[in-house]
T-cell receptor, first 115, second 111 residues
Framework: AQSVTQPDIHITVSEGASLELRCNYS??????LFWYVQSPGQGLQLLLKYFSGDTLVQGIKGFEAEFKRSQSSFNLRKPSVHWSDAAEYFCAVGAMNTGFQKLVFGTGTRLLVSP | DAGVTQSPTHLIKTRGQQVTLRCSPK?????VSWYQQALGQGPQFIFQYYEEEERQRGNFPDRFSGHQFPNYSSELNVNALLLGDSALYLC??????????FGPGTRLTVT
């Protein structure tokens, strides 16, 4: 069965410092991978996606992620964090079945940004 | 271009009651998926609709049912509500196998 692990429940980063959020997945075929961000009480906003091709993908708000098949990982990075980046971040894998895709999410990482 | 919209924003129901949540997909999207997000958890897939038929279903009981209309909008119905059904219900739309775009969610509280 498909699964996603986000090992860090909370991460605190100083404003201006770099950020890396970890994501490991389990999926039997070539994965479709996603990172979403959720502000308190809000829906999910798509940050970036990996379908195929270049393993380093760029997203919105200065985020990037690198797909490493050998490590089953898709870590999210940002070189300089802003206070507005404080939110919950979810990694997801797209699981295909009979031509349709459902998303399997990790439990999320809450990012706190300190001044 | 309006994104995914959901109604209502919040609602409070009593155990045993029934509830209907509504979703309008993003323009050009024909596939609608529903997810349940309990407090402090990641979203869990409930089911997915395409061409007015349920195409995939997650591990949810039959109390959870849905419908998709010809204009691609969708409803989620939950019967015989339990306290454990309290959650944020998220609707997502997409053009088949492409990335899914989420609405703001409906916060359901069961008392």
């Amino acid at each position: 069965a498909q699964s996603v692990t986000q090992p860090d429940i909370h991460i605190t980063v100083s404003e201006g410092a770099s950020l890396e959020l970890r994501c490991n997945y389990s999926y039997g075929a070539t994965p479709y991978l996603f990172w979403y961000v959720q502000s308190p009480g809000q829906g999910l906003q798509l940050l970036l996606k990996y379908f195929s091709g270049d393993t380093l993908v760029q997203g919105i708000k200065g985020f990037e992620a690198e797909f490493k098949r050998s490590q089953s990982s898709f870590n999210l990075r940002k070189p300089s964090v802003h206070w507005s980046d404080a939110a919950e971040y979810f990694c997801a894998v797209g699981a295909m079945n009979t031509g349709f895709q459902k998303l399997v999410f990790g439990t999320g990482t809450r990012l706190l940004v300190s001044p | 271009d309006a994104g995914v919209t959901q109604s209502p924003t919040h609602l409070i129901k009593t155990r045993g009651q029934q509830v209907t949540l509504r979703c309008s997909p993003k323009s050009g999207h024909d596939t609608v998926s529903w997810y349940q997000q309990a407090l402090g958890q990641g979203p869990q897939f409930i089911f997915q609709y395409y061409e007015e038929e349920e195409r995939q279903r997650g591990n949810f009981p039959d109390r959870f049912s849905g419908h998709q209309f010809p204009n691609y909008s969708s409803e989620l119905n939950v019967n015989a509500l339990l306290l454990g059904d309290s959650a944020l219900y998220l609707c997502a739309s997409s053009p088949r196998t492409a990335e899914q775009y989420f609405g703001p969610g409906t916060r359901l509280t069961v008392t």
